[in-house]
């Protein structure tokens, strides 16, 4: 069963850097895409960014395009989202999910983290 943890959330300034880990665990995640994903208080499930087994990284909110960059390390089973310039529109809980193929929506996922929470706040 694979399983992902979140870490690296916190409260920052706007303007400010954050980056956030998941780490993979149960299976290897070579074969895996790794999603980001954001929820704020009273709205629906964002789809944030994904990178796919072959490295390729796509941002799929137009929000972030340009301030987050996902990555990975396969050897470390970690995919980071270096989030930069963050506004408090960014105040979330973020998520990180696996499944075979990236895609902008939640529900195409079957492994999900507990989540870890950011607040961009002055």
């Known amino acids: 069963q694979l399983q992902l943890v979140e870490s690296g959330g916190g409260l920052v300034q706007p303007g400010g850097s954050l980056r956030l880990f998941c780490a993979v665990s149960?299976?290897?995640?070579?074969?895996?895409?790794v999603g980001w994903f954001r929820q704020a208080p009273g709205k629906e499930r964002e789809g944030v960014s994904c990178?796919?087994?072959?490295?390729?990284?796509?941002n799929y909110a137009e929000s972030v395009k340009g301030r987050f960059t996902i990555s990975r390390d396969n050897a470390k089973n970690t995919v980071y989202l270096q989030m930069n310039s963050l506004q408090p529109e960014d105040t979330a809980v973020y998520y990180c999910a696996a499944d075979y193929y990236c895609s902008e929506y939640p529900e195409s996922y079957d492994y999900w983290g507990q989540g870890t929470q950011v607040t961009v706040s002055s």
């Open positions: 149960g299976f290897t995640m070579d074969y895996y895409a």
């Open positions: 990178i796919n087994s072959n490295l390729v990284g796509t």
